[in-house]
């Protein structure tokens, strides 16, 4: 039986001219083709459906925004924004772009949590003096640093707290504060951008 298969196997390899193998061969390339397609559409589709994902109902809204001050796990500026980013696909340290935002985040800080120090989500890992938000990579626009703020003292200050005045100092990255902000804004990226 054995042999009869082994002629028969044979007698089919001399059939299958190299014509047939190449033609064979662009099929299953076409077919990896169409796979690559069909995964990347479908990438697209799950970050679409994650995005529209409901805000947890511990953040609180103000404006189209919601926020959450974490106090615990306390982490340190990196770690702090990887902590919001698994939150929600849109959540990342705090973008803060108006006064009353500030505002907004100073009195949830002290009235509400009675936290007096937290990470939001500034920084100019990329350039000194350069400082942009981490869920954009864009430049601040409005910013509300204490006098004689950022100093960089050190040199190696590239991260921003808000004081219980809801003024902003720079700190080491590694720093940890009382807590950080994790903001969703519906406007915003699903990605990080680190400097
Ligand atoms: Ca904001
Ligand atoms: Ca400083």
């Not at 089919?12 to 033609?23: A, E, G, K, R, T």
């Not at 609180?60 to 924004?81: D, M």
Request: net charge negative; charged share 20%.
């Amino acid at each position: 039986m054995r042999v009869l298969l082994f002629g028969l196997l044979s007698s089919l390899c001399v059939l299958v001219s190299s014509q047939d193998v190449n033609m064979l061969l662009k099929e299953i390339d076409q077919l990896r083709f169409q796979l690559k397609k069909a995964q990347s559409s479908l990438t697209k589709l799950q970050n679409k459906c994650m995005a529209g994902q409901a805000i947890p109902s511990d953040f609180v809204q103000f404006g189209q925004s919601s926020y959450k001050l974490v106090t615990n796990p306390k982490l340190a500026y990196k770690p702090a924004e990887d902590y919001c980013r698994t939150l929600h696909p849109r959540a990342h340290l705090v973008t803060i772009e108006s006064k009353e935002e500030n505002q907004f985040l100073r009195d949830l800080m002290v009235n509400d949590h009675g936290t007096y120090f937290a990470l939001i989500g500034g920084n100019d890992l990329a350039q000194e003096g350069d400082w942009r938000w981490i869920s954009t990579g864009k430049p601040m626009q409005y910013t509300n640093w204490t006098p004689g703020m950022p100093d960089n003292s050190g040199n190696y200050e590239h991260c921003v707290t808000m004081l219980d005045s809801g003024k902003w100092n720079d700190l080491g990255c590694d720093y940890v504060e009382d807590g950080f902000f994790c903001e969703i804004d519906p406007d915003l990226s699903t990605e990080s951008i680190l400097g």
